[in-house]
């Protein structure tokens, strides 16, 4: 079987290269197509081909603000135009993520199509509306869990198009041969370590998490992430807090990943909205005590694996308190543990997920 996985825009590019070597390994002829990934290294190939198909000029130039989006635009038909050519060579194309939904969902490859939500429905009726366009034009709809699967028939699309195949846990960080050390005001740190990763965008609740991190004494927590919100406010509610808060704002690269992880006690997403988060999948890779908000397929990793410890929504006495009691509870923490090493070995391994994921081509190519 022939598969193109497609990301445009690069958008999650651990995830896109993490699903293509599982499909190759299960015994498919996998290609990626996708642009230049501009913030650091990415996983080699393994099997798989990768074809940078978009945004050449753009990715090229390094531009930054509305000249990088108005050059982007121009160059973004004719990349799916190119698209439709490129796709000939498929027996399936499984679409990651869509740049300009209302104007791609007529340029989409005549091909079978997958499309994979990673992201929450939008709540007006106007958005859902476009939405639903969107992904009518597919032949499978793909969720990461069962909440986003019950969403996804509400919208009104036919529920044997949607499938639920889970997101998978990042073990590959866990064996990388040349990791790098963690930043050399980082090492020496004695105590726990609570660990928020990722993006640095208001609604994964940062400020929550500082809120609740106020009165904790004997940690650390690290805010490690590229900020795309201004972090003066952050840094503010930081310096009220009793113990030492640290932010490293910059983008990660895979390499400097492991030493993060490896280092926190506690990895935590206060998250107020989302759908998945490949920061819990990183942290369920490295077995990692987790504490989560309650939100979109957190709740089922938390529910049917316990490998979350859960909180509700915007919760910060909550948060507070699940926090310290996980701090002063080993135990509690070594169990979290375990269950997320044994989550990560089980149904969010990529072999399972890529058999999981060719039983939805298979059941969308012709007779």
Same mark, same amino acid.
């Given at each position: 079987?022939?598969?193109?996985?497609?990301?445009?825009?690069?958008?999650?590019?651990?995830?896109?290269?993490?699903?293509?070597?599982?499909?190759?390994?299960?015994?498919?002829?996998?290609?990626?197509?996708?642009?230049?990934?501009?913030?650091?290294?990415?996983?080699?190939?393994?099997?798989?081909?990768?074809?940078?198909?978009?945004?050449?000029?753009?990715?090229?130039?390094?531009?930054?603000?509305?000249?990088?989006? $108005?050059?982007?635009?121009?160059?973004?038909?004719?990349?799916?135009?190119? %698209?439709?050519?490129?796709? =000939?060579? &498929?027996?399936?194309?499984?679409?990651?993520?869509?740049?300009?939904?209302?104007?791609?969902?007529?340029? %989409?490859?005549?091909?079978?199509?997958?499309?994979? *939500?990673?992201?929450?429905?939008? &709540?007006?009726?106007?958005?859902?509306?476009?939405?639903?366009?969107?992904?009518?034009?597919?032949?499978?709809?793909?969720?990461?869990?069962?909440?986003?699967?019950?969403?996804?028939?509400?919208?009104?699309?036919?529920?044997?198009?949607?499938?639920?195949?889970?997101? $998978?846990?990042?073990?590959?960080?866990?064996?990388?041969?040349?990791?790098?050390?963690?930043?050399?005001?980082?090492?020496?740190?004695?105590?726990?370590?609570?660990?928020?990763?990722?993006?640095?965008?208001?609604?994964?609740?940062?400020?929550?998490? %500082?809120?609740?991190?106020?009165?904790?004494?004997?940690?650390?927590?690290? @805010?490690?992430?590229?900020?795309?919100?201004?972090?003066?406010? %952050?840094?503010? =509610?930081?310096?009220?807090?009793?113990?030492? *808060?640290?932010?490293?704002?910059?983008?990660?690269?895979?390499?400097? @990943?492991?030493?993060?992880?490896?280092?926190?006690?506690?990895?935590?997403?206060?998250?107020?909205?989302?759908?998945?988060?490949?920061?819990?999948?990183?942290?369920?890779?490295?077995?990692?005590?987790?504490?989560?908000?309650?939100?979109?397929?957190?709740?089922?990793?938390?529910?049917?694996?316990?490998?979350?410890?859960?909180?509700?929504? $915007?919760?910060?006495?909550?948060?507070?308190?699940?926090?310290?009691?996980?701090?002063?509870?080993?135990?509690?923490?070594?169990?979290? &543990?375990?269950?997320?090493?044994?989550?990560?070995?089980?149904?969010?391994?990529?072999?399972?997920?890529?058999?999981?994921?060719?039983?939805?081509?298979? $059941?969308?190519?012709?007779?």
């Amino acid at each position: 079987m022939r598969v193109q996985v497609v990301d445009p825009p690069a958008f999650t590019p651990p995830y896109d290269r993490a699903l293509c070597a599982a499909l190759a390994d299960a015994g498919a002829e996998v290609e990626l197509v996708t642009s230049r990934f501009e913030y650091g290294p990415v996983a080699e190939p393994q099997d798989y081909s990768v074809t940078e198909l978009f945004y050449s000029r753009s990715t090229r130039r390094r531009l930054r603000g509305q000249a990088r989006r $108005g050059l982007r635009l121009a160059e973004h038909v004719p990349g799916m135009r190119r %698209l439709r050519a490129h796709a =000939l060579a &498929a027996d399936v194309v499984h679409l990651q993520w869509l740049s300009v939904p209302d104007l791609d969902r007529f340029l %989409l490859p005549k091909h079978p199509r997958a499309f994979t *939500v990673h992201y929450p429905l939008p &709540a007006s009726s106007s958005a859902r509306a476009r939405q639903r366009a969107l992904l009518a034009r597919m032949d499978a709809v793909i969720a990461h869990s069962e909440y986003a699967a019950a969403d996804l028939r509400d919208l009104g699309l036919e529920p044997t198009r949607v499938h639920r195949v889970p997101h $998978g846990a990042f073990e590959h960080l866990t064996r990388q041969a040349a990791g790098r050390p963690l930043p050399e005001e980082l090492r020496d740190v004695e105590g726990p370590v609570i660990l928020f990763f990722g993006l640095i965008r208001r609604y994964k609740g940062v400020d929550l998490l %500082l809120e609740a991190f106020r009165e904790l004494t004997d940690a650390e927590l690290w @805010i490690v992430g590229m900020p795309r919100m201004d972090l003066a406010p %952050l840094r503010a =509610l930081a310096g009220r807090c009793r113990s030492t *808060v640290r932010f490293v704002d910059r983008f990660i690269t895979d390499p400097e @990943i492991p030493a993060y992880f490896r280092r926190a006690d506690v990895v935590v997403l206060p998250y107020r909205e989302i759908e998945q988060s490949g920061v819990l999948y990183t942290a369920l890779a490295f077995g990692k005590p987790i504490v989560a908000s309650a939100v979109g397929g957190f709740t089922e990793v938390g529910e049917r694996d316990r490998a979350v410890r859960l909180v509700p929504r $915007g919760d910060r006495d909550a948060l507070a308190a699940a926090l310290g009691e996980l701090l002063a509870e080993p135990e509690q923490r070594e169990d979290l &543990a375990a269950a997320a090493r044994a989550a990560a070995d089980g149904q969010y391994s990529w072999p399972a997920i890529a058999e999981r994921t060719l039983d939805v081509y298979r $059941g969308i190519l012709p007779a």
